[in-house]
C-alpha cells in the first residue's frame, strides 16, 4: 500500500567524488519525499560506494535530512543494479507509513538490506534493523525475517518483531548439514526471560 507520507520519486545518483555530472539517474513512484543517494565511483568502472543519503521534501524541495554512510560502513554495489533491488517501499511496523529497505550489499544468493523507519513526529528516517540477509515481512503481525543462504542447502533465519517503537529478535533458526548423517541439524533459539534460549532441535532430510 502506498501512503500519503512518502516520496513520488525516488533518485538514485552514481557520482563521482570530483564532482562530475552523475553516472546515471533511475526512479520509482512512491508518494511525497525525494531520496538522493551519493556515491563515489570505485576502481571497477560498475561499482559505487554510497557515501550519502539526501532526503527532500518534494513540495518545497527543501532537504529535511542528510544521512552520512560511515566510510567504513559504506556498500559497494554495481551501479546498474534496478532500482527495484536498491531501494524496496515497506511498512513491517504497521503504522500507515512507507519504510524502506535500502541496499548495502548484493551477492549471488544474498542480498543484504539495512531498515529505514519513517518517524511521523520529526518527519525524517532512522535505522531501525541492519545486515538483514533476504528480508521478508509479515505486516499484520509486524514481523521481518532475515534468512542468509550459507550453500549446500545450510541457512541462517532471524525473526524479528516490533513492541515499544522497536523491532526485536525473537527468534534464530540454523540449518546446518551433517555429512556424517547426510542431512540437516536444526537449531532454533527463542527469546525467553530476556535471554535467547534453545527451545528445539532436530534433523531434516535434505529435498
Request: aromatic letters at 10%.
Amino acid at each position: 500500500m502506498i501512503t500519503r507520507l512518502f516520496t513520488r520519486c525516488l533518485w538514485l545518483l552514481c557520482l563521482l567524488t570530483n564532482g562530475l555530472q552523475a553516472q546515471h539517474t533511475q526512479s520509482v513512484s512512491l508518494p511525497r519525499y525525494r531520496f538522493r543517494f551519493e556515491a563515489a565511483q570505485l576502481a571497477t568502472a560498475d561499482n559505487c560506494s554510497f557515501s550519502r543519503i539526501t532526503v527532500f521534501n518534494r513540495q518545497s524541495g527543501a532537504v529535511v535530512q542528510r544521512i552520512v554512510v560511515d566510510p567504513e560502513n559504506a556498500s559497494s554495489l554495481n551501479c546498474q543494479l534496478p532500482v527495484s533491488m536498491l531501494l524496496q517501499s515497506t511498512d513491517p511496523n504497521n503504522d500507515a507509513f512507507q519504510d524502506a529497505f535500502v541496499l548495502s550489499f548484493s551477492a549471488a544468493t544474498n542480498q543484504i538490506y539495512d531498515l529505514w523507519l519513517f518517524q511521523p513526529g520529526s518527519r525524517r528516517f532512522r535505522r531501525g534493523l541492519t545486515s538483514l540477509s533476504n528480508p521478508s515481512v509479515n505486516q499484520s503481525r509486524r514481523e521481518v525475517t532475515s534468512t542468509h543462504q550459507n550453500g549446500l542447502g545450510s541457512s541462517e533465519q532471524s525473526l524479528y518483531r516490533y513492541k515499544a517503537s522497536r523491532f526485536y529478535l525473537y527468534e534464530t533458526k540454523s540449518r546446518d548439514f551433517d555429512e556424517q548423517i547426510r542431512a540437516f541439524r536444526v537449531v532454533v533459539k527463542r527469546l525467553v526471560n530476556g535471554r535467547m534460549q534453545v527451545v528445539r532441535r532436530y534433523t531434516e532430510q535434505p529435498q
